[in-house]
């Protein structure tokens, strides 16, 4: 039996960083997917095929002994492939099992832009790998699968990423270091969003590893942004409950700057998001963790096609997408 797995990509709308840190944050699901397929094996290998993750087609092949077979014309494997085989390796730990699967992964988003693509990955991998197998696992184990995953394979990682590709919609989540718990805002109203995407220079684990340092090095300087922003983002709950979109703007500009000085953005981010305000956005952020990747703006409906132009012009990827979709879909195919 074929199994079939989807989950969401997303933007982080508030928070991100400091959700590190025991704040909260609002994180929303996009309608774009990565989508993982996934066939039982009579032996004991898994086999990967990474099909539209930047690098197309790379195959490869794990062998029961450890052997890593690499069929492909290019000199390096997608870090996609780690969190496939992390994701595999601790469900077969879960659920008690070591059987082999062919794997199949595509993504209709770019990968590695901080769109939360490897968290997509993971849940995927691990609800088809499953599901394959005959185990049906609830979301909240799939979601902690998905994020001991990513602590893995980045060696620090919120849950927030994991959460949103197994539940979908907006979330409202809480970490404090070892637990956390999540609130699913089910009265947000339609939010125009933006998303422009420029080149990722930097990996989530680096730019974490990154603001860990500035913490360590600065003290109450650096704790007192980790602060502001998880104040901002309790004010931005409010506003985002009541649909109030030029405040909801105006608290991503602060929350912006506040990353910012936490050294995560970069010129090219900056570039979007002052074009985004520029042509009439209410306001705009980076979203995730930063060191390139994706910025986001809420816009009137009236000034996004402008706003898409000029992205454009500054060599920028607008990337048209709805945001608070479904979560992970599970499909199967007994052919």
């Not at 797995?5 to 933007?11: E, L, Y």
């Not at 991100?16 to 309608?31: F, L, R, T, W």
């Not at 994991?162 to 919609?169: E, M």
């Not at 700057?257 to 900056?270: F, I, Q």
Request: glycine share 12%; proline share 3%.
């Amino acid at each position: 039996m074929e199994v079939i797995a989807s989950a969401p990509g997303k933007v982080t709308l508030f928070g991100e960083h400091a959700v590190v840190y025991g704040k909260p944050a609002i994180v929303a699901s996009i309608d774009k997917r990565v989508v993982v397929k996934c066939r039982p094996r009579s032996d004991k290998k898994i086999t990967i095929s990474a099909l539209n993750l930047s690098i197309p087609g790379i195959i490869l092949t794990i062998e029961r002994e450890g052997e890593i077979r690499l069929e492909t014309d290019y000199g390096k494997v997608l870090s996609a492939v780690s969190y496939i085989r992390e994701a595999i390796r601790l469900t077969q730990e879960h659920i008690g099992i070591n059987r082999g699967a062919d794997i199949t992964v595509s993504s209709e988003m770019p990968v590695g832009a901080g769109l939360g693509t490897s968290a997509a990955v993971a849940v995927s991998t691990i609800a088809a790998y499953s599901a394959s197998h005959g185990y049906q696992l609830e979301k909240k184990d799939l979601a902690r699968l998905s994020w001991e995953t990513e602590k893995t394979v980045q060696g620090l990682a919120s849950p927030m990423d994991s959460t949103i590709a197994t539940y979908g919609g907006f979330i409202y989540l809480k970490y404090d270091g070892r637990d956390f718990d999540f609130e699913s805002l089910e009265d947000v109203g339609d939010i125009p969003l933006i998303i422009g995407y420029t080149r990722r220079l930097y990996t989530t684990g680096e730019m974490v590893a990154k603001v860990k340092r500035l913490l360590d090095s600065y003290g109450e300087i650096g704790w007192s942004i980790v602060e502001l922003i998880g104040g901002l983002v309790e004010e931005a709950k409010k506003m985002l409950l009541e649909g109030d979109l030029p405040r909801l703007g105006e608290l991503m500009n602060i929350n912006h700057g506040l990353l910012d000085a936490l050294g995560v953005s970069t010129k090219e981010l900056n570039n979007i998001v002052y074009v985004m305000r520029g042509f009439g956005a209410y306001g705009s952020k980076l979203s995730g963790a930063g060191g390139g990747g994706v910025a986001i703006g809420v816009a009137p409906t009236d000034k996004i096609s402008d706003i898409v132009t000029a992205l454009r012009m500054i060599d920028a990827t607008p990337l048209e997408t709805s945001i608070g979709g479904e979560g992970l879909v599970i499909s199967s195919d007994h052919s």
